[in-house]
């Protein structure tokens, strides 16, 4: 009877544990690099996602690209006011500190904004891009995706 209780706590503190690294934590950005040139902006950065594995890449890409467009992450705060939001974003991930320590497992995701006729971006008026084509690179695949940004809003 003992022997069950301990078994069954042992196993509820890893199935604990394996739900906290999959799910209990938010993504960490480690690096960001910006470059503008008249009225072109682009943004590089490097994601950990603090995931064990990420399940939908697809999925998570646009959620990052969102975050980046929203301004939502915890680490970093871009600066939108002075040159408007990127034209282009490459955003490289990593599932998580050990792969990014080991270079294993990242894939990248660029993210080139369009603007469309009501939607231009000028010297003026810096919009929020709508609309925009996402990009995914790994070592064995390149997968080209148009991507609605605010479709279900």
Do not use: W
Not at 62 to 83: Q, V
Not at 143 to 153: C, E, L
């Amino acid at each position: 009877m003992k022997r069950r209780i301990v078994a069954m706590a042992v196993i509820i503190c890893m199935i604990t544990g394996f739900l906290y690294l999959q799910y209990g934590r938010d993504v960490k950005v480690t690096s960001s690099m910006n470059f503008s040139s008249g009225n072109y902006y682009e943004m590089e950065f490097t994601v950990v996602a603090n995931k064990l594995f990420i399940i939908d890449k697809q999925r998570f890409a646009e959620e990052m690209i969102e975050r980046c467009i929203d301004n939502n992450f915890h680490d970093i705060k871009f600066s939108y006011d002075m040159i408007g939001y990127p034209d282009y974003v490459t955003i490289k991930i990593f599932p998580n500190d050990l792969c990014r320590i080991l270079h294993k497992g990242d894939y990248s995701v660029i993210y080139k904004a369009e603007y469309g006729a009501n939607n231009k971006k000028d010297n003026v008026y810096n919009k929020i891009p709508s609309y925009g084509i996402l990009y995914f690179k790994t070592i064995d695949m390149e997968i080209i995706r148009s991507f609605d940004m605010y479709a279900g809003k």
